[in-house]
């Protein structure tokens, strides 16, 4: 009750922690800097009296820029990307923890190490270093300051959970004080009610040429939705002109004459021999790929599973050394794969088993195979097992990752398809150090045997020349030495066949040429690598046109220069282009749609006639309020949803945002009575709905990331 209390005497808090559980999502990534912080060089500053330090942000942002590389290492992560993110994240963990603090939120060590043991990604790391969740909280518990990777990482979850317990309690006690009253409920059930409708409508688009909006009427718009363009940090306005260092024509052929010698050096010699020691081919190789009668194929040694590719199902069908080559198919591929097979094997379609890991000497590890094979169960010795260097793994009988990485070594093939008859064997052992690790293994479960296949692929990547990226960056030079201004920058940039691309930027945005999701606003997309850029455009004065950059974005190489056009602060300007054409738009509709509707209203007496006068058709739908259907207009639902059941059999002319309507709701249908439970779980998604943004705005935060570049 006393946490209860103190949110009822704090509705600033109430509405902030409404979005508490939507920062769940992004507080469980890295790892909690609290105790690393020293008020040194400050990256963001004010969130409370608290700061955070540069140095312990930039530890982070490493490791987390590690921790995604390990979980996806064939993709580049944009490393100012990435430091955004981090930010974003130290600051909601710090907002939580105040938050906590103020409203005496708490949790406890067992309910953390409780949550942490049932982790399945902790589960699975114990196992791999021959320990139990169990062990690891009680060598905790004993030796606070201990280290080790398992331990390091369960620190981690230790951690994430203790962020994750914290935000669902705030969040179970927000719900808990939001009751919502008989008014309410009508709202919602307001919102539920479907109207069938029968409309017509003119568009505004076609009148667009035969009216003119003023720069007057757009001053005067402007100072009457001011606010809605108020920002909270300045911003740059920026032109940029991006070039992609792409290969000629003189390049590309060179690349197919390589090409060439290559495919037939493949072809040449048995296996990868013909291209093994050759430094301008990538090899890789599938190994034990299965060609099955679904639509994908399955790489067993990584146990992936790609769609289909018809070159592999040829290349599969003419079995051992046929090979097949895949050209670039538009000008943005820059790659020539050719591949081969290398091995046909047949082995178990399906495989289930059990493996037992022992680390220890010969002496032990026979111990434990002699009670395999009496008939002890792995459950029997796992309930019993007091010693930390013999690690279970019971798999169902299904085919398990780490059963597919052995077998693509022809020696651990054989011994599994000698041993298919369910007794233990040894599967593999190797020394570590001055341990010896052995693994014994049981099938369990296997399928009729498939023909399975290793495929070579080797790779050959058309780049630009030297010759090549220097014309193209001569060129660029030269352009911009010649337009030394913003103005001539972007003004003369269409006959010098550049295309300049506009975008607006701030302290916190991680990329030029970032734009909105349409679904859920965050920024996204853009130029890798050019943070740099958006650091020079808040060192520069409009006007002045930067020195040529080069990056790398999505694997291709570009050259990117940038002129700053204007500073916005306080408020974006009506001189934006994006500020001036929304204006424009409202302005334009406004005026077209109070003529069409003086033009046309009374006109006629059913929407047939008014269809006629359109030239339109008339249609019908089932209109819910707020729902993107055939009429998503917020005048047309206004005049449905004032009139309610007075507006059942009534022809309405309405001018709305986009069209002149004429509506006519032929039926309204009662929306189905809600329980009180839905009615409250309703109202509190609709409080919800900021509550991220209430949360994060509670604070006064500073962001200083532009000092240092990142």
């Known amino acids: 009750m006393a946490v209860l209390e103190k949110l009822r005497k704090r509705p600033k808090l109430l509405m902030g922690l409404v979005g508490g559980a939507l920062l769940l999502f992004i507080l469980t990534a890295i790892d909690n800097p609290m105790s ?23 530890t982070l942002a490493s490791q987390y820029q590690d921790k995604l590389q390990k979980q996806n290492p064939n993709q580049k992560h944009d490393a100012a990307e990435v430091n955004q993110q981090v930010v974003q994240q130290l600051i909601g963990e710090k907002i939580i923890a105040q938050e906590c603090e103020d409203a005496n939120i708490s949790v406890t060590d067992d309910e953390i190490f409780n949550a942490v043991k049932n982790d399945q990604e902790v589960v699975y790391i114990c196992a791999q270093n021959g320990m139990t969740p169990e062990q690891v909280i009680e060598s905790l518990r004993k030796n606070p300051n201990a280290d080790g990777e398992a331990v390091n990482f369960f620190n981690q979850k230790i951690k994430d959970y203790n962020n994750n317990l914290k935000s669902s309690k705030l969040s179970l006690a927000v719900m808990g004080c939001l009751k919502p009253n008989k008014l309410d409920a009508e709202i919602i059930n307001e919102d539920n009610t479907q109207y069938d409708i029968e409309y017509t409508k003119l568009d505004y688009a076609q009148y667009a040429d035969k009216y003119k909006v003023s720069d007057e009427e757009i001053k005067e718009a402007y100072e009457q939705f001011k606010e809605i363009f108020k920002i909270d940090q300045d911003q740059r306005r920026i032109s940029y002109i991006k070039v992609d260092l792409d290969p000629s024509a003189t390049d590309t052929k060179t690349a197919n004459d390589k090409i060439a010698k290559i495919y037939n050096a493949f072809a040449g010699q048995d296996g990868i021999k013909g291209i093994r020691d050759n430094k301008d081919v990538q090899l890789s190789i599938d190994s034990l790929v299965t060609n099955s ?43 020539t794969y050719i591949y081969k097979v290398t091995k046909v094997v047949s082995f178990p379609d399906s495989l289930g088993m059990n493996l037992v890991q022992v680390v220890g000497n010969k002496h032990m590890q026979d111990s434990v195979f002699a009670l395999l094979n009496s008939g002890v169960t792995i459950d029997s010795l796992n309930s019993t097992n007091k010693n930390q260097n013999i690690a279970f793994q019971k798999f169902d009988p299904s085919r398990v990752p780490s059963v597919d990485g052995y077998i693509h070594e022809d020696s651990i093939r054989a011994r599994i398809l000698a041993n298919l008859d369910g007794g233990y064997f040894l599967l593999n052992s190797q020394t570590q150090g001055e341990q010896s690790v052995a693994v014994f293994a049981q099938v369990v479960q296997h399928k009729a045997p498939v023909t399975l296949y290793s495929v070579a692929r080797a790779m050959y990547e058309n780049n630009p020349s030297e010759n090549t990226v220097n014309d193209i960056t001569k060129k660029l030079q030269t352009y911009i030495d010649k337009n030394k201004t913003a103005a001539d920058f972007k003004k003369n940039a269409k006959a010098a066949k550049y295309d300049v691309q506009e975008c607006v930027v701030d302290a916190s945005t991680a990329k030029i040429g970032m734009l909105p999701n349409p679904f859920n606003g965050q920024l996204s997309g853009g130029i890798a690598g050019s943070r740099n850029l958006i650091k020079w455009a808040f060192e520069n004065k409009p006007g002045t046109v ?43 509709n406004k005026k077209i749609g109070e003529a069409l509707y003086k033009q046309y209203n009374g006109k006629a007496t059913d929407i ?68 009180k439970e839905e009615i409250a779980r309703n109202f509190y998604n609709r409080m919800s709905v900021d509550g991220y943004g209430i949360l994060w705005n509670s604070r006064k935060i500073f962001n200083n990331t532009l000092k240092f570049g990142s």
Do not use: C, W
């Open 36 to 58: 690393l912080f020293k008020p040194n060089e400050t990256l963001a500053l004010e969130i409370g009296d608290e700061r955070i330090d540069y140095g312990a942000y930039q």
């Open 293 to 335: 009668k679904s639509n994908t194929l399955t790489v067993l040694a990584t146990g992936t599973t790609e769609p289909k590719d018809p070159v592999y199902t040829e290349l599969l069908e003419g079995g051992i050394n046929s090979m097949k080559m895949r050209s670039p198919t538009n000008p943005r591929e820059r790659s």
């Open 546 to 588: 930067s020195e040529i950059s080069e990056g790398e974005d999505g694997g291709i190489g570009y050259l990117l220069v940038a002129a700053v056009e204007d500073v916005y602060e306080d408020y974006i300007p009506y001189t934006d282009p994006t500020v001036k054409q929304q204006l424009t738009s409202y302005l334009l």
């Open 608 to 675: 047939e006639g008014y269809a006629q006068q359109f030239k339109s058709t008339v249609d019908s739908t089932t209109y819910v309020p707020g729902s993107q259907n055939m009429i998503n207009d917020r005048k047309v639902a206004g005049r449905v949803i004032g009139l309610g059941k007075n507006a059942v059999g009534k022809i309405q002319v309405i001018a709305g945002d986009n069209a002149l309507y004429v509506v006519k709701v032929t039926k309204q249908n009662d929306p189905r009575p809600l329980p």
